[in-house]
């Protein structure tokens, strides 16, 4: 008999409880990570070039929601349309001291890390409320003509999402859900000429400065288009999407430092005498040079991940140091969801959680198949030198940490090659997005640190997951992930990933689509298909009928530097 | 299971049953590939028709037409990339094609992934078969003094396979010869436990990265890896998602498979049919306008196949 999806949902919130749990206080599995060394700083010269150090004006300018993130609980994403630009370059005099700066937000991160291990709990009682903004393709030509607009050389970012809409796989009749055409906001003629997301700790300091961003804006003549509330979804799902797993476990780290404390950007966790101390911050942490998000900066050499290449070089003078941002408004649709998982849990004589973690590759609590491959494991979730630590092609070695206080060390199982997808498909979702190890249609290893993007997404809506027996209002009630990655080319890091990889059957690796996040518009035929292990040691194709996340709205943006905020975006023509 | 005999890619029968064509491209392979070469510790490439291999496991590997080494090098003028690529010397993913334009227009573009090898094999037992080939895939014009030299050499920079069409690689490391070599190198991977080991990887392409690190992978599990039969490079897969006519639509299917099949398709054609008031010129990819063959090339997967198991005692 199929199990009930809304048993399911509910049993998850159970499933993750423990793990969730064991975050409360630090312990041997739940690890809070130490201050890092005061004057330390990436080694230069040791393993290879310099890393960028940024002075105290750099560190300024850098929005912070692209380095290191604000990674906040309760967000507003505030889409605008401009109204006179003498006005909305008012507006922007008053906003601009007001951003978030890289070093701001590092220093907080810092601040809140020590106060975390000092106090031996996982909220120290410290908050903040800060602001980022990204401009759109029309939004910059507003404000400073078409020929500026267009001086930036990424194509996709001067087209725009609406008019990529259908190349990342969206659906393409617009009589279905997620054609452009029905988006809340950025479909034809209605993107946003800004994007301002304000993120808190606090639900009420959220409200205050949304309050004040909205009263200053339309005060001078902007327009509030659409703005979408984002919060982490409530205990014990704190850090999971509307499916019900853990998010944003992967991100990539960003190399350097800040110039006079030696703060690194990314933590480094990996002791020095270990092989592979300068390619990973910490176990499954690669190290990424920071011109892959950030304009300008030296980025990833196509070949060799320790040294620098020459930053992008395609925009103006002013854009330097700032990134392009990809929002996507993604509904999801839980119920569906986990119907097609209960039925295909059943053919396959599977549980529906253990049938769902293979699409995924995680565990809902965000343990990895990859180390755990026959149930959850809720210690290993919560060990972050242990959670994304593994390799997907080989067997995956034992890494030698730095002295951590209060970390008792790695001592689960370790992940054992997969070369040919037996315990994590080729088709599982983190797979797809990011094959790690392995080779891709684009070569060695060293091109998939070139599609890394820093994600800084956040669920909205009501959760369902938990909840024994919806009703029909609940379910149908909106609700999903407010997509948001920085990165340097759109093309080569969002779209890539999307399109080559997520909507692909045979890339990077064959073995189907993405069943998560993968589109597939063939003639408006949208099923995807994909094969995984069976129990008794063999395959199966299934193919999923229907999308459970459909694109309801977002833009391509730019987040520029902050002082082009005040500068020469603001300034008087 | 026992040794076996290379058969022609994707299985063509372009010569009768019983030509000595058959018998001469399996020495031809055979001369390619090496009896027994160490690969990343300890497994290693086998010969299959010369050792037994019990074969468990068989992987597709994928990688895309157009050039990572162009894309590298205008890393922030993809436009740029594109122009470069019309040069077939540059097209150095084992995919190469053929541009025709009508009034500046594109109106087709042909693809082919078919060796030189094996038109050399069919110009030194069955020239007429070669002749008929190059008359039926290019032009009733050929004469197969365009095609062969004195003494019966082939010549594939010909003008058929050049200015005026194509039928093969030319591009000079695009062959079945670079194909197999490659599958057998070792480059930094001896002891490489793995993948991140072997970097940095010299060779720009994504299909060589593709085609060694996934031998590699597979001989550090102890397994023997081999060409899969019959050996060759093969369109495994293309994506028109997101193409649209002039008038926004999405556009319909103008693929033609021309030689090969499902799966091992060696020659593929993009045009669109004349019932339509548009050509291939007029339709976009993402928004943008197809200019050049490359932007075309871009959305071709390509694949080899590689057979991995324990050889018999």
Request: aromatic share 8%; hydrophobic share 40%; with cysteine.
């Amino acid at each position: 008999m199929t199990a009930n999806p809304s048993d399911v949902l509910a049993s998850l919130t159970e499933a993750v409880a423990t793990p969730l749990a064991n975050l409360e206080v630090p312990s041997a599995t739940t690890h809070l990570p130490a201050a890092p060394v005061a004057d330390a700083g990436p080694p230069e010269g040791a393993a290879g070039p310099a890393e960028p150090r940024y002075d105290a004006e750099a560190a300024a300018d850098i929005q912070g929601n692209v380095v290191p993130g604000f990674n906040k609980d309760h967000q507003e994403f505030l889409f605008l349309r401009f109204g006179d630009p003498d006005g909305v370059r008012e507006w922007l005099r008053w906003l601009h001291p007001r951003l978030a700066s890289m070093g701001e937000v590092l220093q907080f991160r810092d601040e809140f890390r020590s106060e975390r291990l000092r106090q031996g709990t996982r909220d120290p009682g410290m908050s903040s409320t800060w602001t980022a903004l990204a401009l759109s393709h029309p939004g910059i030509g507003a404000l400073l003509g078409q020929a500026e607009a267009d001086a930036f050389g990424e194509h996709s970012f001067r087209q725009g999402l609406a008019a990529r809409s259908t190349y990342l796989g969206d659906p393409s009749d617009p009589a279905r859900p997620g054609h452009r055409d029905s988006w809340v906001v950025g479909g034809p003629g209605e993107e946003a000429d800004a994007l301002v997301i304000v993120a808190a700790d606090r639900d009420a300091d959220l409200r205050t400065a949304v309050d004040d961003t909205v009263a200053e804006a339309t005060a001078r003549g902007l327009t509030v288009q659409f703005s979408q509330r984002g919060d982490t979804l409530p205990e014990p799902l704190q850090g999971h999407e509307h499916f019900g797993f853990k998010d944003g476990v992967s991100q990539p780290g960003v190399r350097g430092a800040l110039a006079g404390s030696g703060l690194e950007l990314t933590p480094r966790f990996l002791a020095a005498d270990d092989s592979r101390s300068a390619l990973f911050a910490k176990p499954g942490q690669p190290l990424v040079w920071p011109g892959q998000f950030l304009l300008g900066e030296p980025r990833q050499d196509p070949q060799d991940p320790l040294r620098p290449a020459a930053g992008a070089a395609t925009f103006p003078a002013w854009a330097r140091r700032g990134s392009y941002l990809v929002c996507r408004r993604l509904d999801q649709d839980v119920l569906g969801f986990w119907e097609f998982v209960a039925s295909c849990a059943d053919e396959l004589g599977t549980s529906p959680v253990a049938f769902a973690s293979m699409l995924v590759g995680r565990w809902p609590t965000g343990a990895p198949l990859m180390r755990s491959p026959d149930h959850d494991d809720p210690t290993l979730a919560g060990d972050e030198f242990a959670n994304n630590h593994f390799l997907f092609d080989d067997d995956t070695r034992r890494s030698r940490l730095a002295p951590i206080p209060g970390y008792g060390g790695d001592d689960h199982r370790l992940a054992a090659a997969d070369v040919f997808g037996r315990l994590c498909p080729h088709a599982a979702h983190i797979r797809k997005v990011n094959p790690r190890d392995s080779a891709t249609d684009f070569g060695a290893p060293a091109d998939t640190l070139m599609r890394l993007m820093l994600r800084r997404g956040i669920p909205y809506g009501t959760p369902i997951a938990g909840v024994a027996a919806p009703t029909p209002e609940q379910a149908a009630e909106p609700r999903g992930l407010l997509f948001a990655a920085y990165m340097s080319s759109i093309e080569d890091q969002f779209e890539f990933v999307s399109r080559r990889w997520a909507n692909a059957t045979t890339m990077p690796n064959l073995g189907g689509h993405d069943p998560i996040i993968g589109q597939r518009d063939a003639a408006g035929d949208r099923a995807r298909s994909f094969t995984v292990p069976t129990p008794d040691g063999g395959t199966v194709d299934l193919t999923v009928p229907r999308d459970f996340v459909v694109p309801s709205g977002g833009g391509y943006f730019f987040a520029p530097p902050i002082s082009a905020v005040g500068g020469v975006l603001a300034a008087d023509r | 299971m026992a040794t076996i005999t290379f058969d022609t890619p994707a299985h063509l029968r372009d010569a009768p049953a019983g030509s000595p064509f058959y018998a001469a491209w399996h020495r031809e392979i055979a001369r390619l590939v090496n009896d027994r070469v160490p690969l990343s510790r300890p497994g290693r490439s086998v010969d299959p028709s010369v050792v037994d291999l019990e074969v468990d496991e068989e992987r597709l590997k994928t990688w895309t037409g157009f050039s990572r080494p162009l894309l590298m090098e205008h890393r922030d003028d993809r436009p740029a990339a594109f122009a470069a690529s019309e040069d077939r010397s540059v097209q150095i993913e084992y995919l190469e094609w053929h541009v025709t334009r009508t009034d500046g227009a594109i109106t087709k573009i042909t693809f082919t992934t078919e060796t030189p090898e094996y038109y050399a094999v069919l110009a030194a037992t069955e020239p007429q078969v070669l002749l008929d080939l190059y008359r039926r895939l290019v032009s009733p014009q050929v004469q197969l003094a365009d095609l062969v030299g004195a003494g019966g050499t082939y010549k594939p920079r010909n003008k058929w396979n050049t200015t005026l069409g194509i039928v093969h690689y030319i591009m000079p490391i695009n062959s079945m010869k670079d194909m197999l070599g490659v599958s057998e190198e070792i480059q930094n991977a001896a002891d490489a436990r793995d993948n991140f080991e072997p970097l940095p990887y010299q060779r720009m392409t994504g299909a060589d990265a593709r085609l060694s690190f996934d031998n590699w992978v597979m001989t550090r599990r102890g397994l023997s890896v081999a060409p899969w039969n019959p050996p060759g490079l093969y369109i495994v897969d293309w994506d028109d998602t997101g193409w649209t006519k002039p008038d926004g639509t999405p556009v319909d299917d103008y693929w033609t498979v021309a030689r090969g099949a499902e799966g091992m398709v060696l020659r593929l054609e993009y045009e669109v049919p004349a019932t339509e008031d548009f050509v291939v010129g007029d339709i976009a990819i993402g928004g943008r306008p197809i200019t050049t063959g490359g932007e075309v090339a871009e959305h071709i997967v390509l694949s080899a196949r590689t057979v991995a198991g324990r050889e018999s005692p």
